[in-house]
């Protein structure tokens, strides 16, 4: 852990203060999630730090909250679709034949019809729940992860350290634990963070066309929803969420990449 | 048969298959599901024989095999039904619809396109340098925000602060085009943006790919003048990895759209679709997910055709 | 002297690196090196990689690769230092006066191009002929270098003809502006070895053609030998020894330089097959999956204990596919493998434990037969484990036992393989292979990947282990001097087929087959006036015929 770059410490930083408001988000919110206090589209004052909402809730609390709900959202489903993907992926990667042809075949399919559009058709009768919402987005972003597990282990594969043991006469499980998930781990945990910004884009944009969370729950898709008819009048409460998101997918982006270039780094040896 | 043409006509057949696969998935997502189609319509509040009476009119109680079939048979002949909610032949309402999203598209992508070679060329070029830094911070930036917010952003900035342009962008047959181009000034500009950064990312990554190889030494070997090194050696071998690039993006511009003429209150398909989802009107809904799809994988179909044709070693075999 | 081309003066180059956590830092690749080349004459630049000889040669066009810049000295062509020059005046001197051969033609040629168009387009592009004429010398040289079909050669693309004919394309393309210099780096390391001795001669005889000079650069000496009048040998970016040929090769001064020319003159006596081999391959015929052609034909061959057999072919003999099929990594279509007296299951997966621990594999790239996130101790020690249940400090007594055999020693037990050299890697691959106590080891061009003085170090440990062991190898090569030195029998294949097999001393006396007489006069010899000698005999052989 040392040697960190600047704008790694800078990613990690950020990261975490988000995380950490996601946790404690009721202990550090000024005021109730759906408690109305104050006028409508209030300007930013000493009471309310970010003024108030189209019906008079404080805007701070109602960010905190989003946050709370768009990050959960998006972690879920990461973990969904990372689970799902990279399990399917290397099994697809190492039994290969015609699991690996049903599989690859399935994911091509699935990645035929842009993921919005698909999560929108299934969404229509579908209903708008939290559950719902984590098993639509983390299934369909799982076959991006099929694709990079596979790819990966399939490049792992076909190295000489593989047949190697192969010719030992190790087992699958000693294959694909001792000598390909660790090789493995590092671009996955990189793609990670990707695909966790993604979700936040995701989510974020579902609840915006309404077809996310549903209110008075907040999320940082519906804040815009709720305040987007203000912004004609030049108040700017629906453009908050924007620097939210924004922020936090630039610091996980940064965290990615510093992620990344330690692996490529572990490859090049010596720089002889 | 030449190996190109083979080539070719497999990529076209695979086209035919994913979208009709596709076709298939779209109706198993909505039909075939735990969700109730009847159940969503009337809400939980419906009676018993209200359901059964809307299931019975919507063909639910056929197996799913022979609606599936009725449903492309239907679509294969341009009746896409009729939508649930007001009784209007989908196909018409849609048509219009397709020709102001396709309008919209169009612009983005003439606009975007050039842009993001010429801009991916220069961060080439300066690369490492502090404009290549600049354009990948900004594109950075704009991969990092939502589409709808880099449209309210806009809005905010442009058509409220500025006052140039209108927040929303209504366009009717009775425009003129210059009326219409500055109507959809704005999303058009969305759009732009959104698809810019992507674009630009990776035309800079497959230019830089091809720079890289071992013939562009060779050409600044000759004492090759650095436009012509460019022009003669990289280009003919960029073409290819462009081409898909920029397909890919304009597959992405049909996302896009999506979002960005709900934001601008944009009478398109994407606007349409959003409609009759919240509305849960399943016939509007799949005829909507179809057509995109289409788009999508011919889209897709075209780059791959297109880096076929491009590769000299299937062009010109042994 | 009044006929100097190229003049390099205390030239220093240095490039900065990129290590992984730290700071860039500045390396120096060239220090303090200065030789001269007259019109007319090859000057040799011979090392290992690492040594800085590519590096020095694109320094006669003032060129750095990827961040390689020139620091200090001076490079003179034609009376005039290049180093100043600006854009402008450096693009007219690359293409025109200097030129290049690239070590990949394959890479080095534009696929989208006719072959044609590329050759001739520095010429035309520095006006130094006319289109037709330009396009009458490209025909005219690649008749000289031996071309098919010279007049219509160039209307084809770089992937339609072979790596050979590529290699004197570019020759021809580096010849065409009619240069004053040629910088040739490696032209035929990529090459079979009976393809580069065709290469060369074609090369040797357009540079006395044309009266161009060249800098030779390659790591082979044997090779440079037969074709630079002077020969500078260079380590780590600095001069070694610096003088003609004829002094190099046969009086070197330097220790360094005596170790280069008497690589491979390992002695070792060939021992006799015995009645019970340890390995009998029968009649073997395999082909891959999906294919419709039998990679190998028919293969019956033996190894006794504690032998060596080297088998000896091309790219596409088919030798590579013998060991996979020997390790049950692609079950023969036809024919049986014994070992130790037993028939071998003909898959892998089918074999027992005890089969695969007497029969191990070592592979041509170390790096990637190691597992980069394994230690060199989890490495070794792993065969320990599995085969022998070995744990603890048993174990690592083994491990450290293991590694000075290798001659290594306890330090490296926690080194990553990325720490280690080529050679070293190598050597923890031979140490993993022995810890399994086998009675074979199949030893897949276990050399050629790595610097000759390495490589001499490699194959003299194997004979030794192999002393101390008892263990046989079968000894798969391309690269007929490390036969010489290792093999007890040998056999030679061709295009899938066994042509010719049998005890050392017997397979390498005449009188020879067609292919093996090919192949055997093909290898450079360290002597000068070899190639001429070689070139004169198949001249007169084919006129005799």
């Known amino acids: ?272 | 048969m030449h190996p190109v043409l083979k080539l070719v006509s497999q990529r076209l057949a695979l086209g035919i298959l994913l979208l009709f696969s596709a076709s298939v998935l779209i109706f198993v997502g909505t039909q075939i599901l735990p969700g109730d189609v009847a159940q969503s319509i009337l809400g939980q509040s419906a009676t018993p024989e209200a359901l059964a009476n809307l299931r019975a009119e919507l063909g639910l109680n056929d197996p799913p095999m022979t609606r599936y079939f009725n449903w492309l048979y239907a679509a294969l002949h341009g009746d896409l039904g009729t939508a649930l909610t007001n009784g209007q032949d989908i196909a018409t309402s849609m048509g219009r619809r397709l020709g102001n999203t396709l309008f919209l598209a169009f612009w983005a992508a003439v606009i975007s396109v050039p842009l993001a070679i010429f801009l991916g060329l220069l961060a080439v070029r300066y690369r490492d340098r502090w404009p290549d830094k600049l354009i990948s911070g900004v594109t950075l930036a704009s991969i990092s925000i939502p589409e709808f917010l880099i449209g309210y952003l806009v809005v905010y900035f442009v058509a409220v602060k500025l006052g140039w342009f209108s927040s929303v962008a209504m366009i009717n047959d009775g425009m003129s085009l210059l009326e219409k181009l500055n109507a959809i000034a704005l999303p058009v500009f969305v759009l732009v943006l959104v698809v810019l950064a992507h674009m630009m990312r990776m035309t800079r990554a497959a230019i830089l790919n091809v720079m890289q190889s071992a013939y562009i030494e060779t050409a600044e070997l000759k004492g090759l003048s650095s436009f012509n090194v460019i022009f003669r050696h990289a280009f003919p071998n960029a073409i290819s990895p462009i081409v898909n690039v920029v397909m890919l993006n304009l597959a992405y511009l049909v996302v896009g759209v999506v979002v960005v003429e709900v934001v601008f209150v944009y009478p398109g398909m994407g606007q349409y679709l959003v409609d009759h989802v919240a509305k849960r009107d399943v016939p509007v809904v799949q005829a909507c997910g179809l057509v995109f799809a289409g788009v999508y994988i011919g889209l897709n179909m075209i780059a791959d055709i297109v880096s076929i044709l491009a590769n000299p070693r299937l062009r010109h075999p042994k | 002297m009044a006929d100097t081309l190229l003049q390099i003066n205390g030239l220093k180059i240095e490039a900065t690196v990129f290590p992984p956590g730290e700071p860039p830092q500045d390396i120096t690749i060239v220090d303090g090196v200065s030789l001269s080349l007259e019109k007319g004459r090859v000057l040799g630049l011979i090392g290992e990689s690492g040594a800085g000889k590519s590096t020095i040669g694109l320094s006669a066009m003032a060129y750095g690769r990827g961040g390689v810049r020139i620091t200090g000295g001076e490079v003179l062509v034609n009376g005039r230092d290049i180093l100043p020059l600006g854009t402008r005046g450096l693009r007219a001197l690359r293409g025109a006066e200097v030129t290049y051969v690239a070590q990949s033609a394959a890479a080095a040629f534009n696929p989208a191009k006719k072959l044609l168009e590329q050759v001739i387009e520095a010429t035309l592009v520095h006006g130094r002929a006319s289109k037709r004429e330009a396009e009458e010398r490209a025909i005219a040289l690649f008749a000289k270098l031996g071309l098919p079909e010279p007049e219509t050669f160039g209307n084809r693309y770089p992937h339609q003809v072979s790596g050979g004919q590529l290699q004197r394309a570019m020759t021809a393309l580096a010849l065409c502006p009619q240069p004053d210099l040629v910088i040739f780096d490696e032209p035929t390391t990529a090459l079979d070895v009976t393809t580069q001795i065709d290469v060369l001669a074609a090369i040797k005889e357009a540079i006395r053609d044309t009266g161009v000079a060249a800098l030779y650069i390659t790591h082979d000496l044997a090779v440079v030998a037969q074709v630079s009048d002077d020969i500078m040998v260079l380590q780590s970016g600095r001069t070694v020894e610096y003088g003609s040929t004829d002094q190099i090769i046969n009086h070197p001064q330097e220790e360094y330089t005596r170790a280069l020319v008497s690589v491979r003159s390992i002695e070792h006596k060939e021992k006799l097959p015995t009645d019970a081999p340890v390995l009998r391959v029968k009649n073997i015929t395999a082909r891959y999956s999906g294919t419709q052609f039998d990679v190998l034909k028919g293969i019956s061959v033996d190894l006794s204990p504690g032998q060596t057999l080297a088998v000896v072919g091309e790219s596409g003999s088919g030798k590579s596919t013998l060991a996979r099929v020997i390790t049950g990594l692609l079950p023969p279509r036809d024919g049986t493998i014994e070992f130790a007296g037993r028939t071998l299951a003909s898959d892998q997966k089918n074999r027992p434990r005890e089969d695969l621990r007497e029969l191990q594999m070592i592979y041509q790239m170390a790096d990637v037969a190691m597992n980069p996130r394994q230690t060199v101790g989890t490495i070794i020690g792993r065969p320990l484990e599995f085969y022998f249940g070995l744990r603890g400090a048993e174990k690592r007594r083994r491990i450290i036992e293991l590694l000075d055999e290798i001659e290594m020693g306890e330090a490296f037990i926690d080194r990553y393989p990325a720490e280690l050299s080529g050679g070293q890697k190598q050597r923890v691959c031979i140490a993993r292979a022995l810890a399994a106590k086998p009675k074979l080891i199949i030893c897949d061009e276990v050399t050629s990947a790595l610097d000759p003085l390495v490589a001499d170090g490699i194959l003299k440990l194997l004979l030794n282990l192999q002393k101390v062991e008892d263990v046989a190898y079968l000894f798969i090569t391309h690269d007929l001097a490390t036969v010489r030195a290792i093999a007890d029998s040998i056999a030679v294949m061709y295009r899938g087929e066994v042509v010719r097999y049998g005890p050392k001393s017997e397979v390498l006396a005449p009188p020879f087959d067609d292919y093996t007489d090919l192949l055997l006069s093909s290898v450079p010899e360290m002597q000068l006036g070899w190639l001429e000698k070689v070139i004169a005999t198949r001249k007169m052989e084919s006129a005799g015929n």
Not at chain 1, 24 to 53: C, K, M, N, Q, R
Not at chain 1, 112 to 123: E, G, K, T, Y
Not at chain 1, 150 to 163: K, L, Q, S
């Open chain 1, 1 to 272: 852990m040392r040697n960190i770059p600047i704008s790694a410490l800078i990613g990690l930083v950020f990261t975490g203060v988000y995380f950490l408001m996601a946790i404690f988000a009721p202990l550090i919110a000024p005021y109730g999630l759906a408690e109305i206090v104050g006028d409508v589209w209030e300007p930013s004052s000493s009471v309310h730090l970010l003024g108030t909402d189209s019906i008079g809730r404080d805007l701070l609390t109602r960010m905190i909250y989003g946050g709370r709900t768009t990050i959960f959202i998006a972690t879920a489903a990461t973990m969904l679709s990372f689970t799902t993907g990279a399990v399917l992926g290397f099994l697809a990667a190492t039994v290969g034949g015609w699991v690996d042809q049903a599989l690859s075949r399935f994911v091509d399919l699935m990645m035929a019809i842009p993921s919005l559009i698909f999560a929108l058709v299934v969404l229509s009768v579908m209903p708008v729940t939290i559950p719902v919402l984590i098993l639509v987005m983390g299934l369909l972003d799982s076959t991006r992860v099929f694709r990079l597990a596979r790819a990966v282990a399939v490049d792992i594969t076909v190295m000489d350290y593989v047949e190697a043991a192969q010719l030992r006469g190790e087992g699958r499980i000693w294959i694909i634990f001792r000598e390909i998930l660790p090789n493995a781990l590092s671009p996955l945990v990189a793609e990670m963070g990707l695909r966790f910004i993604f979700m936040v884009l995701f989510v974020s944009t579902l609840s915006f066309l309404g077809l996310g969370v549903q209110p008075p729950a907040a999320d940082w898709g519906g804040i815009v929803k709720e305040n987007k008819d203000g912004i004609v009048y030049g108040i700017a409460a629906a453009l908050w969420p924007a620097f939210a998101i924004a922020t936090l997918a630039i610091s996980v982006n940064l965290v990615a990449d510093w992620v990344l270039n330690r692996t490529t780094s572990l490859k090049g040896g010596r720089g002889g």
